[in-house]
């Protein structure tokens, strides 16, 4: 069965820092291109940022761009989001997802964690 487990969410001030994890099992990592999605209530879910296959290509939404690092780490089936300079705005849950190099069809979502900027 294939789960995504985030973790490293928290409360943290404005220009604070955090690094989130996804661990992924039940998959070939390596057929995977990762993504990390942010939600509020009041917006649609936003893709943040992804690492794609097969160069490992990092892309980020506008509002994260000079902020937030996309990495990931093969051995241990595990993609990373870190957080710089964080800012109220960037409030949300992070959700990370992974889906197939070969089919947007085939994807999978872990259950999110939070992340509150504020002072």
């Known amino acids: 069965q294939v789960q995504l487990v985030e973790s490293g969410g928290g409360l943290v001030q404005p220009g604070g820092s955090l690094r989130l994890s996804c661990a992924a099992s039940g998959l070939t990592f390596n057929h995977y291109h990762m993504q990390w999605y942010r939600q509020t209530p009041e917006k649609e879910r936003e893709l943040v940022a992804t690492i794609l296959l097969p160069t490992d290509k990092t892309n980020y939404a506008d509002s994260v761009k000079g902020r937030f690092t996309i990495s990931k780490d093969n051995a241990k089936n595990t993609v990373y989001l870190q957080m710089n300079s964080l800012k109220p705005e960037d409030t949300a849950v992070y959700f990370c997802?992974?889906?197939?190099?070969?089919?947007?069809?085939?994807?999978?979502w872990g259950k999110g964690t939070l992340v509150t900027v504020s002072s």
């Open positions: 997802n992974a889906r197939h190099l070969l089919s947007n069809n085939i994807n999978y």
